[in-house]
């Protein structure tokens, strides 16, 4: 069975900085990880990705040049270093795994998903 961890989430003031991590277990490989987050009444919203084939990045517009998503592909582990965060970064953190380079910004094409982190950042 296939289980996605997150940690490192909390509660930090604006302009402060948070590490998550996530693991993988059970997972014999994936093409993709990402990131996604969910904020109260707001639909889910693409963060960050890391494509293996090349661990190539991708990441929103609103959070490009202060987030940094990166991982070991060996290990099925991807984290994501947050910096310079702002009240409207504050949301649960998924982390997803996909088996195919077809996963979206959408979410689609995702195949596991973990129970999520909070990230909370008061102004």
């Known amino acids: 069975q296939v289980q996605l961890a997150e940690s490192g989430g909390g509660s930090v003031q604006a302009g402060g900085s948070l590490r998550l991590s996530c693991a993988a277990s059970?997972?014999?490989?994936?093409?993709?990880m990402g990131w996604f987050r969910q904020a109260p009444g707001k639909e889910r919203e693409f963060v960050a990705a890391?494509?293996?084939?090349?661990?190539?990045?991708e990441y929103a517009d609103s959070v490009k040049g202060r987030f940094t998503i990166s991982g070991d592909n060996a290990k099925n582990t991807v984290s994501l270093q947050m910096t310079s965060l702002k009240p409207e970064d504050t949301a649960m953190y998924y982390c997803?795994?996909?088996?195919?380079?077809?996963?979206?910004?959408?979410?689609?094409?995702?195949?596991?998903w973990g129970q999520g982190t909070q990230v909370t950042v008061s102004s």
């Open positions: 059970g997972l014999t490989f994936s093409r993709v």
């Open positions: 890391m494509r293996w084939s090349a661990y190539t990045t």
């Open positions: 997803a795994a996909a088996r195919t380079y077809s996963a979206s910004r959408r979410g689609f094409g995702y195949d596991y």
